[in-house]
Structure formats: C-alpha cells, structure tokens
C-alpha cells in the first residue's frame, strides 16, 4: 500500500525534531559535566573541601546556575571564597548554597524591621491593592501603586519580604483563607516581575482571622495586603549575578 505523501511529510518532521531534541540534550549533558569538572577544580583550589557544585535545575534539566552543596563546617569566610571561585569558571550563572535558608533560620540573628517597612507602609496608609471583585486579579488602577512598592522595597534586597493577604468576614472561611492566599500570591509574582528577587518573597493568606483594629470583621476595608520587611544578614554581591555564601 503505498504511502500518503502527507504522512511521510508528518513522519520525517517528526524524527527530525526527535533527533533535534536528542542532539540538544546531550549537548547540554556535556555542557553540564564540563561545568561540573571546571567548577570541583575551581572548589579544591578555594579550599572547599566536600562542597560539590550540582548544575541541575529544580526540574531536573541541566543548568548553568549550580547549587553548592557540602561544606556545613567551613567558615563564612572560606564559603564565599568557594562561590566566588566558582562564579569565575567561565559560563556559570547565578549560584546559591544548597543550605543557606536553614543555616538563616537557625543561627541567632536579630530580626527587627527595616526602614523600607516604613515606607511601604506609607504607601499604603492612604491607598490598597486593589483586585477583582472575588478574584485574586489584580486590578488595573493597582499597577502604579506595585510599581511603587517595589521601587520601596529594592533598598532592602536581602531581607525577608513577608506579604500577607486579609479578607473580610462575608462568605464562607475556608474560601476567605483560599482567596487571602492567592492574592498574596499575585502581589508576589508581580513584584517578581518587576525585578524583585523570588527566594526573597514569603506569601501566606489569613483570611479574616486578623481584621483591622477597630474596625468590624465584615468590613469590606479589611480587605487588604500587608507587607513586613525583616532583616537577616546583608547580601554582598560577588561577580557573575551571585549571592555570596548566602
């Protein structure tokens, strides 16, 4: 039976991208095992021992931006060596230690409020993120006021940003925490958007479990996001758009 030109056209595209997509990936598997040679040399150079560098990304697909992980006993000064020695292997993007986040939250810093709490704040005191009726979009007439929240937020980058999302009492409460939470989250991804680092964003949603004093919790001003801004250790930024040991 002879075959339709069109399958044949279908099958030969369809093997092309296969391969396409094969050659690709081994290309990329290679990449990443060069990344990974250069960067344990670079590692024993600085003085890292049992730090490896993984050039993997969440999802499992090679990366130019490695994870350091190993290390826990060398000092803060001996890991930032280490990324900066990494960050100078040629082609290595942003770099971050596999630990960072729980040696944050387990070494006794202290936590206090940083100045661009102030200003958020003043930002806010006569104005709200608005959003649609119901919905966790945010509305139109909002963007300016994000844009300016974020211009607040930029000189304290390196701080934990915790943004908070408050509904009234009216509807039911499970729905109030489902929605405080999703608009939260949309205040996140904008200001990711509008240049403010992810890993230093914290969303949650409290539906109306923390109205405003003095006011009743079926008041619809209630509705509301809050931001709190808390300082930990600054970031020093070292070459290549990486965080040092941090």
């Not at 590692?43 to 697909?61: L, M, Q, Y």
């Not at 608005?130 to 909002?142: C, G, L, P, V, W």
């Not at 994000?146 to 408050?166: K, Y």
């Amino acid at each position: 039976m002879p075959v339709r030109p069109s399958i044949a056209v279908a099958a030969g595209a369809i093997v092309t991208s296969g391969l396409a997509v094969a050659g690709a990936s081994m290309s990329a598997g290679d990449l990443q095992a060069r990344f990974e040679k250069r960067a344990a040399q670079a590692i024993e150079d600085a003085g890292g021992g049992g730090v490896t560098a993984r050039f993997v990304s969440p999802s499992g697909w090679p990366s130019r931006h490695p994870v350091l992980d190993g290390g826990a006993e060398l000092d803060e000064d001996t890991r930032a060596e280490v990324a900066r020695a990494v960050a100078a292997v040629p082609g290595v993007g942003g770099i971050r230690w596999a630990d960072g986040e729980a040696r944050a939250q387990t070494r006794s810093f202290d936590y206090t409020p940083m100045h661009c709490q102030e200003d958020v704040d003043a930002l806010l005191r006569a104005r709200t993120i608005r959003f649609e009726e119901s919905r966790s979009a945010i509305n139109s007439a909002s963007q300016q006021l994000l844009d300016e929240v974020a211009r607040a937020l930029r000189p304290c980058l390196g701080s934990i940003i915790a943004i908070t999302g408050h509904t009234d009492s009216s509807g039911p409460e499970p729905g109030n925490l489902a929605l405080s939470m999703e608009r939260a989250e949309a205040v996140r991804r904008a200001l990711v958007a509008r240049g403010i680092p992810a890993d230093g964003l914290r969303s949650r949603g409290l539906g109306s479990s923390e109205p405003v004093e003095g006011l009743a919790p079926s008041d619809p001003a209630n509705r509301r996001i809050e931001f709190s801004v808390v300082a930990t250790e600054p970031i020093s930024i070292t070459p290549v758009d990486q965080p040092g040991p941090r």
